[in-house]
């Protein structure tokens, strides 16, 4: 298969580059003729970018870089404005996860990473889309969607935008595995990094909690954090568990139904679905004990293989 295979000398490295360069001009000039397009094209750009750093060698990977960024506003010069909010973070949160998988960063932290950096490239786009179109982009999406009228609706954006690009870096990640042939998350589950992982959702939960009578925009981000967090600390433990860790995590399940519904209503208007971050925190408190008593065991069978 064409792409499984890294690239050797120039001209294999600039032509796989070239075809990746026309593939996202393709898709960039559909995002900017096809109304609403781009929210689902950018899905794919992102893989684009990732495969490039992954199969070509460095400085071509950044040739490719170069040639993306420019042929994307080349073919778009009659509507930059998707370009610059969907187009160009793609590409960059692409190219970015690319190189981090060539470090030993753990792949989940790559991905949370990488999806807070397309977050955050959206975000710098606004006031520049802002300056030179006079278009607001938030408000631009909604009025598209018909939501513009809808209260509060606003609360949920950033949490929205994080979880779009979270959507295209996993995209990423799950392509390249498969081209690879090694789809096998927990294969690449660094253990000693992951045992952080639950006491991170714990306190991005906690934050959501307390954000919903502060700041509801960050109340609904930190719930997605916790919740990325929380699922990757299942995925490296949650196997190892025994079975009064699962009684222990039914009951815990059960009690945060009862306080979901207790508190629901004392909560500020449209903030009472933050109040999901119990049923997470109720997940941490059962998988932290796996994790480290699974640690426990490993040092204890590695004295024990010493001697």
Not at 38 to 53: D, Q
Not at 205 to 226: D, K, N, T
Not at 292 to 298: A, N
Request: glycine residues 4%; neutral net charge.
């Amino acid at each position: 298969m064409l792409a499984m295979k890294e690239r050797k000398g120039a001209s294999q490295n600039i032509a796989f580059a070239a075809i990746l360069v026309a593939v996202i001009a393709v898709f960039s000039l559909l995002s900017a003729w096809i109304p609403l397009s781009a929210i689902f094209i950018i899905l794919f750009i992102p893989p684009l970018s990732a495969l490039a750093v992954e199969y070509c060698e460095r400085k071509y990977a950044w040739l490719f870089l170069l040639s993306a960024l420019g042929v994307s506003i080349a073919v778009t010069a009659n509507n930059y404005i998707d370009t610059l909010f969907y187009v160009f973070p793609g590409i960059l949160s692409g190219f970015f996860y690319g190189y981090l998988r060539k470090t030993s960063i753990p792949i989940s932290l790559n991905v949370f990473f990488s999806s807070l950096l397309s977050m955050g490239l959206n975000y710098l786009s606004l006031p520049l889309i802002q300056a030179i179109f006079q278009v607001d982009m938030i408000s631009f999406t909604l009025t598209l969607f018909h939501l513009q009228e809808t209260e509060n609706i606003l609360y949920i954006v950033p949490a929205f935008i994080f979880s779009l690009s979270l959507a295209e870096i996993t995209i990423s990640h799950l392509i390249i595995e498969i081209l690879n042939a090694h789809l096998h998350y927990q294969g690449r589950c660094e253990t000693k990094v992951a045992l952080l992982y639950p006491f991170i959702s714990l306190l991005f939960a906690a934050l959501s909690i307390g954000m919903a009578f502060l700041c509801p925009y960050l109340g609904f981000l930190f719930l997605v954090f916790s919740f990325y967090f929380a699922l990757a600390g299942d995925f490296c433990f949650i196997q190892k568990g025994k079975k009064i860790h699962f009684i222990v995590l039914g009951c815990l399940f059960i009690a945060s139904f009862f306080l979901f519904a207790f508190f629901y209503s004392s909560f500020p208007k449209d903030t009472g679905l933050l109040l999901l971050s119990i049923f997470l925190l109720a997940n941490d408190f059962a998988i932290a004990p796996i994790g480290l008593q699974y640690l426990f065991e490993e040092r204890k069978n590695g004295e024990a293989n010493k001697k």
